[in-house]
T-cell receptor, first 115, second 109 residues
């Protein structure tokens, strides 16, 4: 079974804190993605990575950074958390290739609340 | 900006009824995927459609890709409470997926 795991299911942080969200996949997938999901807005891509140490900005990268030091692990960093970053964060992975032809496998999500 | 619009945003029906939800765009997609997301979980792929006019069936779920590859529909026959969830469509114009906002479906026993 493909597994994508995320470090926390729920997280509460204070404004200004540095926040790390970790994602690990066990399928040897080249691609890894970080999305945020807000009601009525669907999934919005923050960053993705197609190889170790490679990263590409998605649609909403402002306020976020990422790190991929190993193929199986992709980290999302909120340098200074703000209340408008309160959201559900979803990590996904897939094989490299034509974007729409490969299934994305998702983790269970991290619900982050910034107070 | 390419957009995928899903309708309706919310649908609540009784067990046993039929329903159709839609995913529409003004842009052409090379392929389109449907995912289902249950509360507290990530989305899970149901189907990928690639060819214009293609119809795929998954038990009681029927997926259709429009002839022009700009839209898709999901029809559920005799809906069951286990079908409850958020149904998301995602289209691939090139190398990234563009996501719709989803249809939240509730099937009441």
């Amino acid at each position: 079974d493909v597994k994508v795991t995320q470090s926390s299911r729920y997280l509460v942080k204070r404004t200004g804190e540095k926040v790390f969200l970790e994602c690990v996949q066990d399928m040897d997938h080249e691609n890894m993605f970080w999305y945020r999901q807000d009601p009525g807005l669907g999934l919005r891509l923050i960053y993705f990575s197609y190889d170790v140490k490679m990263k590409e900005k998605g649609d909403i990268p402002e306020g976020y950074s990422v790190s991929r030091e190993k193929k199986e692990r992709f980290s999302l960093i909120l340098e200074s958390a703000s209340t408008n970053q309160t959201s559900m964060y979803l990590c996904a992975s897939s094989f490299l290739g034509a974007g729409g032809l490969y299934e994305q496998y998702f983790g269970p999500g991290t619900r982050l609340t910034v107070t | 900006t390419q957009l995928l619009e899903q309708s309706p945003q919310f649908l609540s029906i009784q067990e046993g009824e039929n329903l159709t939800v839609y995913c529409n765009s003004s842009s052409v997609f090379s392929s389109l995927q449907w995912y289902r997301q249950e509360p507290g979980e990530g989305p899970v792929l149901l189907v990928t459609v690639v060819t214009g006019g293609e119809v795929k069936k998954l038990k009681r779920l029927t997926f259709q890709f429009g002839d022009a590859r700009k839209d898709s529909s999901l029809h559920i026959t005799a809906a069951q409470p286990g079908d409850t969830g958020l149904y998301l469509c995602a289209g691939a114009p090139e190398n990234q997926l563009i996501w719709g906002a989803g249809t939240k479906l509730i099937i009441k026993p």
